[in-house]
């Protein structure tokens, strides 16, 4: 079943019906001022931190959903009907309420159409302003003169940290003091203390927001939520838009909400045009300047399209077009806006992700710049080099770094019981893409600290954290496992040992002989890598091979995870696909270790974390009993590691199988079958119920997963082979056979360049010549030999 389709031309996702199976999200704004919203008009709106600035209310989980949100309330004075310009939380009939969104890129219009009325309602944040705005426009589509009014609701929080909000009653109850200035509602709490800004995590002092409208005059207010709903009432039928009138309530403690009156008289055909404001600061001050600002709806309209520009600006490095045209959609827009929202946000701010993690997690959020490295370089370096400084001297890192609290060189460290075994080792994926993106080989050498004392180069960071693992190796020579090895549900141990996180080592090591060879004069760093490495490459061969696939971990007491000899869990998916991305696997291995992945872990709604789940283990060996079978790390489509597998099979050669793969578990697949997927068709999922689990195939948890970044990486880098070099740009195709080839232009390091594939034979791989701009040319495009606008045509064979 569609609930909509791809907008290619105009960059959004057209949802046509508003009963989507689950609430259908998007983003507004930036990591200053943020807000989700869904596709009917929910949500939640945050300055800085969605746990620790959370100003609107939004109860997650809840029925129905999307409530509370950003309602306007439409009535018709003469009929007394009324409705909203979203479908919910009215909820009129679906035969005579007709409703589309438009979810684009950074902001989403809503448009519907009751009763011979049509509303238009555009919410965004415009560049640079630490407010929202709701462009609206209502038109009278009917012969006769009309007579409506309008009113908007917010439902405040009475703290701006969310568990005093939701859990210290006998505190926020008693914090709220709404007043009304000039028509512009001040959202005050702890208005007796003075603000502090130079601390944001200060949650007593007083903060004040304001919700203001331009291009209409406001004829009555209410700030007290049981006055303007009633008592009980809920959203869907409140009593001041039954009655037909606010009552101008003041609240003075318990719950504050943002309601404005306004009134519209529209001849037949006529409209009339209006925008809410709601932002951060007092209305006196912050909210008369925002209204003065955006008075002029042409104002308005261009603040609009700068947000537009803006982001569509930023999906412009990189385009392709192949014979698949959903993957084209979401190649081309919404798989590159998906990492750049994680990007912002890590794992703090959605619908799911409500509050109870802050800040940045680091081994996400490291994970996360890869998809965005392309896109927005300069901002994901300064993100890069945050991270780094939230390393410890030790070589371990913080589990979390707060970006609005963040002290270089002056963190505590954490202690030895708490760090994770991969945090610090996902910086050799990033950092190198970063230095062969930009082609400034001079990053190594920056100095920046450690987050508890000291400081070293980027070069000294990273052989910190191989020797961090180094360190720490258990008896079968192999890295100790500690808190968790990114599968948070395997029990290792401190002392146990892990061979993802081996297979991570062992990568990291290849690639610190790489640079150190890329810089010469390191040849002593050099020879000592490549000693630990072949080191590791023995204890790897002699412990962790299983006979057709790698085992997983060892804990201290002798269980084997991902082992044959085991009734559940028997084969993991991670140990397989990073056996060949780290260049461990030799051919005959990696052959034996994909076909296992394949007929074990494989379904048609992507690949297994393992199998079979755990409904017998210890939980104290392993926690994913936890979880029902199929769901989460207990056998689910864990969709953070689908990108893996895509490079892992074009690596060995297999466009066939990674393509195949692809389609699994790309969402833009689900497109015309939403009704099993459930979850937004435009987004990845952290992960799919898996063919164990009734609710096969559905998916949960959108937008903030790493699925987005490793996905776009393998997709690009691996399937497309378009990848980027320290002295140039790559193009090496893995394809599938059928398709007689592609093109994409790639904007690199300044240049242009115009890339058409072709695939006369239906090979899966190999190039057989190459030509730039008419010349033969093979291997790496060196960027001192391309012009500024290159044409570049491989043909495969």
Same mark, same amino acid.
């Given at each position: 079943?569609?609930?909509?389709?791809?907008?290619?031309?105009?960059?959004?996702?057209?949802? #046509?019906?508003?009963?989507?199976?689950?609430? @259908?999200?998007?983003?507004?704004?930036?990591?200053?001022?943020?807000?989700?919203?869904?596709? &009917?008009?929910?949500?939640?709106?945050?300055?800085?931190?969605? *746990?620790?600035?959370?100003?609107?209310?939004?109860?997650?989980?809840?029925?129905?959903?999307?409530?509370?949100?950003?309602?306007?309330?439409?009535?018709?004075?003469?009929?007394?009907?009324? @409705?909203?310009?979203?479908?919910?939380?009215?909820?009129?009939?679906?035969?005579?309420?007709?409703?589309?969104?438009?979810?684009?890129?950074?902001?989403?219009?809503?448009?519907?159409? =009751?009763?011979?009325?049509?509303? &238009?309602?555009?919410?965004?944040?415009?560049?640079?302003?630490?407010?929202?705005?709701?462009?609206?426009?209502?038109?009278? #589509? +009917?012969?006769?003169?009309?007579? $409506?009014? $309008?009113?908007?609701? /917010?439902?405040?929080?009475?703290?701006?940290?969310?568990?005093?909000?939701?859990?210290?009653?006998? !505190?926020?109850?008693?914090?709220?003091?709404?007043?009304?200035?000039?028509?512009?509602?001040?959202?005050?709490?702890?208005?007796?203390?003075?603000?502090?800004?130079?601390?944001?995590?200060?949650?007593?002092?007083?903060?004040?927001?304001?919700?203001?409208?331009?291009? *209409?005059?406001?004829?009555?207010?209410?700030?007290?939520?049981?006055?303007?709903?009633?008592?009980?009432?809920?959203?869907?039928?409140?009593?001041?838009?039954?009655?037909?009138?606010?009552?101008?309530?003041?609240?003075?403690?318990?719950?504050?909400?943002?309601?404005?009156?306004?009134?519209?008289?529209?001849?037949?055909?006529?409209?009339?045009?209006?925008?809410?404001?709601?932002?951060?600061?007092?209305?006196?001050?912050?909210?008369?300047?925002?209204?003065?600002?955006?008075?002029?709806?042409?104002? /308005?309209?261009?603040?609009?399209?700068?947000?537009?520009?803006?982001?569509? +600006?930023?999906?412009?490095?990189?385009?392709?077009?192949?014979?698949?045209?959903?993957?084209?959609?979401?190649?081309?827009?919404?798989?590159?806006?998906?990492?750049?929202?994680?990007?912002?946000?890590?794992?703090?701010?959605?619908?799911?992700?409500?509050?109870?993690?802050?800040?940045?997690?680091?081994?996400?959020?490291?994970?996360?710049?890869?998809? #965005?490295?392309?896109?927005?370089?300069?901002?994901?370096?300064?993100?890069?080099?945050?991270?780094?400084?939230?390393?410890?001297?030790?070589?371990?890192?913080?589990? /979390?770094?707060?970006?609005?609290?963040?002290?270089?060189?002056?963190?505590?460290?954490?202690?030895?019981?708490?760090?994770?075994?991969?945090?610090?080792?996902?910086?050799?994926?990033?950092?190198?893409?970063?230095?062969?993106?930009?082609?400034?080989?001079?990053?190594?050498?920056?100095?920046?600290? =450690? %987050?508890?004392?000291?400081?070293?180069?980027?070069?000294?960071?990273?052989?910190?954290?191989?020797?961090?693992?180094?360190?720490?190796?258990?008896?079968?020579?192999?890295?100790?496992?500690?808190?968790?090895?990114?599968?948070?549900? $395997?029990?290792?141990?401190?002392?146990?040992?892990?061979?993802?996180?081996?297979?991570?080592?062992? =990568?990291?090591?290849?690639?610190?002989?790489?640079?150190?060879?890329?810089?010469?004069?390191?040849?002593?760093?050099?020879?000592? %890598?490549?000693?630990?490495?072949?080191?590791?490459?023995?204890?790897?061969?002699?412990?962790?091979?299983?006979?057709? @696939?790698?085992?997983?971990?060892?804990?201290?007491?002798?269980?084997?995870?991902? +082992?044959?000899?085991?009734?559940?869990?028997?084969?993991?998916?991670?140990?397989?696909?990073?056996?060949?991305? +780290?260049?461990?696997?030799?051919?005959?291995?990696?052959?034996?270790?994909?076909?296992?992945?394949?007929?074990?872990?494989?379904?048609?709604?992507? $690949?297994?974390?393992?199998?079979?789940?755990?409904?017998?283990?210890?939980?104290?060996?392993?926690?994913?009993?936890?979880?029902?079978?199929?769901?989460?790390?207990?056998? *689910? /489509?864990?969709?953070?590691?689908?990108?893996?597998?895509?490079?892992?099979?074009?690596?060995?050669?297999?466009?066939?199988?990674?393509?195949?793969?692809?389609?699994?578990?790309?969402?833009?697949?689900?497109?015309?079958?939403?009704?099993?997927?459930?979850?937004?068709?435009?987004?990845?999922?952290?992960?799919?119920?898996?063919?164990?689990?009734?609710?096969?195939?559905?998916?949960?948890?959108?937008?903030?997963?790493? %699925? *987005?970044?490793?996905?776009?990486?393998?997709?690009?880098? !691996?399937?497309?082979?378009?990848?980027?070099? =320290?002295?140039?740009?790559?193009?090496?195709?893995?394809?599938?056979?059928?398709?007689?080839?592609?093109?994409? #232009?790639?904007?690199?390091?300044?240049?242009?360049?115009?890339?058409?594939?072709?695939?006369?034979?239906?090979?899966?791989?190999?190039?057989?010549?190459?030509?730039?701009?008419?010349?033969?040319?093979?291997?790496?495009?060196?960027?001192?030999?391309?012009?500024?606008?290159?044409?570049?045509?491989?043909?495969?064979?």
């Amino acid at each position: 079943m569609k609930y909509g389709y791809f907008d290619d031309t105009a960059r959004e996702y057209v949802i #046509t019906r508003p009963d989507t199976p689950r609430s @259908w999200t998007n983003y507004l704004g930036s990591t200053e001022y943020g807000a989700i919203i869904t596709n &009917n008009a929910g949500g939640y709106s945050f300055y800085k931190s969605a *746990a620790q600035g959370r100003f609107t209310r939004y109860r997650s989980n809840a029925v129905p959903m999307d409530q509370p949100g950003r309602n306007i309330y439409i009535r018709d004075q003469e009929s007394g009907d009324y @409705w909203s310009n979203a479908w919910q939380p009215v909820g009129k009939p679906l035969e005579d309420y007709k409703s589309e969104c438009r979810h684009g890129t950074a902001y989403t219009s809503i448009t519907s159409d =009751y009763s011979e009325i049509k509303s &238009n309602t555009t919410y965004f944040v415009p560049l640079g302003e630490t407010n929202e705005l709701w462009y609206t426009t209502i038109t009278n #589509t +009917s012969s006769r003169r009309r007579k $409506l009014r $309008l009113f908007t609701y /917010v439902e405040y929080t009475c703290s701006w940290k969310l568990a005093n909000d939701l859990l210290n009653l006998q !505190y926020s109850a008693y914090i709220v003091n709404m007043s009304v200035n000039d028509g512009i509602i001040d959202h005050g709490t702890n208005v007796s203390m003075a603000p502090n800004p130079d601390d944001f995590q200060d949650a007593d002092q007083g903060r004040h927001t304001f919700l203001a409208i331009s291009g *209409a005059d406001v004829t009555g207010y209410d700030t007290d939520r049981e006055r303007f709903l009633g008592a009980y009432r809920s959203y869907h039928n409140p009593l001041a838009v039954e009655r037909g009138e606010c009552g101008q309530s003041l609240a003075v403690a318990d719950n504050g909400c943002g309601a404005l009156q306004i009134d519209i008289e529209l001849e037949p055909g006529a409209s009339s045009s209006f925008c809410v404001i709601m932002g951060i600061g007092t209305a006196a001050d912050e909210g008369v300047k925002a209204r003065q600002k955006f008075s002029d709806m042409n104002a /308005v309209e261009a603040a609009l399209e700068e947000v537009k520009q803006h982001w569509h +600006s930023q999906l412009g490095n990189f385009s392709a077009q192949t014979p698949d045209p959903e993957l084209n959609s979401f190649f081309n827009t919404w798989n590159p806006y998906n990492c750049l929202i994680t990007f912002a946000w890590s794992r703090a701010a959605s619908l799911v992700y409500n509050g109870e993690r802050d800040g940045l997690g680091y081994r996400d959020s490291v994970q996360d710049m890869l998809g #965005t490295l392309h896109s927005i370089p300069e901002q994901a370096q300064a993100r890069l080099e945050l991270m780094l400084t939230g390393q410890v001297s030790t070589g371990g890192a913080m589990p /979390v770094v707060k970006p609005f609290a963040h002290k270089p060189g002056h963190e505590p460290r954490p202690s030895e019981q708490e760090y994770r075994s991969d945090d610090s080792l996902w910086l050799f994926n990033t950092v190198p893409a970063l230095v062969k993106e930009t082609g400034d080989l001079s990053f190594y050498d920056k100095i920046l600290p =450690y %987050a508890d004392q000291g400081e070293d180069t980027v070069l000294g960071h990273l052989k910190r954290a191989i020797e961090f693992s180094l360190a720490r190796l258990g008896k079968h020579g192999l890295p100790c496992g500690l808190l968790a090895d990114w599968n948070d549900c $395997l029990v290792l141990g401190h002392d146990g040992e892990t061979v993802f996180v081996a297979m991570q080592l062992r =990568y990291a090591l290849a690639t610190y002989v790489d640079i150190c060879e890329l810089k010469g004069g390191l040849e002593t760093e050099s020879l000592w %890598a490549r000693e630990q490495l072949d080191d590791l490459d023995k204890n790897l061969d002699c412990h962790a091979w299983d006979g057709a @696939w790698y085992r997983r971990a060892f804990r201290v007491d002798g269980f084997v995870f991902g +082992s044959s000899e085991s009734e559940e869990a028997s084969i993991f998916l991670n140990p397989q696909t990073w056996s060949v991305i +780290s260049g461990h696997a030799s051919p005959e291995k990696a052959i034996l270790a994909m076909q296992s992945v394949n007929e074990r872990l494989a379904t048609d709604a992507g $690949l297994m974390v393992l199998d079979p789940p755990v409904t017998k283990l210890d939980p104290a060996i392993m926690r994913a009993r936890l979880f029902n079978p199929g769901m989460k790390e207990n056998g *689910a /489509v864990f969709c953070h590691t689908q990108g893996w597998v895509l490079m892992a099979e074009a690596l060995l050669g297999n466009g066939n199988r990674a393509y195949e793969y692809l389609r699994t578990f790309m969402p833009a697949a689900f497109n015309e079958r939403a009704e099993v997927r459930e979850s937004e068709p435009y987004v990845y999922c952290q992960s799919t119920h898996s063919k164990y689990s009734p609710r096969y195939g559905a998916s949960r948890l959108p937008w903030l997963t790493g %699925a *987005a970044t490793w996905a776009y990486h393998g997709t690009s880098q !691996y399937l497309l082979g378009i990848r980027p070099c =320290y002295d140039g740009l790559l193009v090496d195709p893995c394809i599938p056979a059928h398709w007689p080839g592609y093109t994409a #232009t790639r904007v690199f390091r300044g240049k242009v360049f115009h890339i058409t594939v072709e695939n006369p034979s239906g090979v899966e791989k190999g190039v057989a010549s190459q030509q730039l701009n008419g010349k033969a040319y093979m291997g790496v495009l060196k960027i001192d030999d391309c012009e500024e606008e290159n044409q570049v045509q491989v043909i495969m064979g």
